[in-house]
């Protein structure tokens, strides 16, 4: 008997101007790959919320930054996302950010968030399974 393969995790990959007015792109993009997979609408919503939170962690510290790229890979059971500011300055993440209300409300949407450096800059990675 065969084994069954591993589950193939595809990704979307998003860039845009680091600009607030174009976050609804991303949370457009996170909650249809979401819905893609069932997850229920509150899930989507906080797979929503918390890509909005993230994105806005990172804008608050862009600089001149001119970029944001946003990776979502998909399995069964979860969505992974990664948001990376391209803006190599600065010291990531600022000092005290995992005591702050912001990192309270994202680790409260997603089932698991990190802060962290991707060869382009700064980086939140967040990601929602679905219960079943």
């Given at each position: 008997?065969?084994?069954?393969?591993?589950?193939?995790?595809?990704?979307?990959?998003?860039?845009?101007?680091?600009?607030?007015?174009?976050?609804?792109?991303?949370?457009?993009?996170?909650?249809?790959?979401?819905?893609r997979l069932d997850f229920p609408y509150d899930a989507v919503d906080?797979l929503r919320l918390a890509v909005d939170e993230a994105c806005a962690?990172?804008?608050?510290?862009?600089?001149?930054?001119?970029?944001?790229?946003?990776?979502?890979?998909?399995?069964?059971?979860?969505?992974?996302?990664?948001?990376?500011?391209?803006?190599?300055?600065?010291?990531?993440?600022?000092?005290?950010?995992s005591r702050t209300l912001a990192w309270q409300v994202l680790t409260?949407?997603?089932?698991?968030?990190?802060?962290?450096?991707?060869?382009?800059?700064?980086?939140?990675?967040?990601?929602?399974?679905?219960?079943?």
């Amino acid at each position: 008997m065969e084994a069954n393969p591993p589950p193939v995790r595809r990704a979307v990959v998003v860039n845009m101007p680091s600009r607030p007015e174009l976050l609804h792109v991303f949370r457009a993009v996170a909650a249809s790959v979401a819905g893609r997979l069932d997850f229920p609408y509150d899930a989507v919503d906080d797979l929503r919320l918390a890509v909005d939170e993230a994105c806005a962690q990172l804008l608050a510290v862009r600089g001149d930054s001119s970029k944001l790229e946003m990776a979502i890979s998909e399995s069964p059971d979860e969505v992974s996302v990664q948001v990376v500011l391209h803006d190599p300055g600065g010291a990531w993440p600022p000092e005290g950010l995992s005591r702050t209300l912001a990192w309270q409300v994202l680790t409260a949407l997603a089932d698991e968030a990190a802060f962290g450096m991707d060869g382009q800059g700064p980086m939140v990675s967040i990601v929602k399974r679905v219960q079943r």
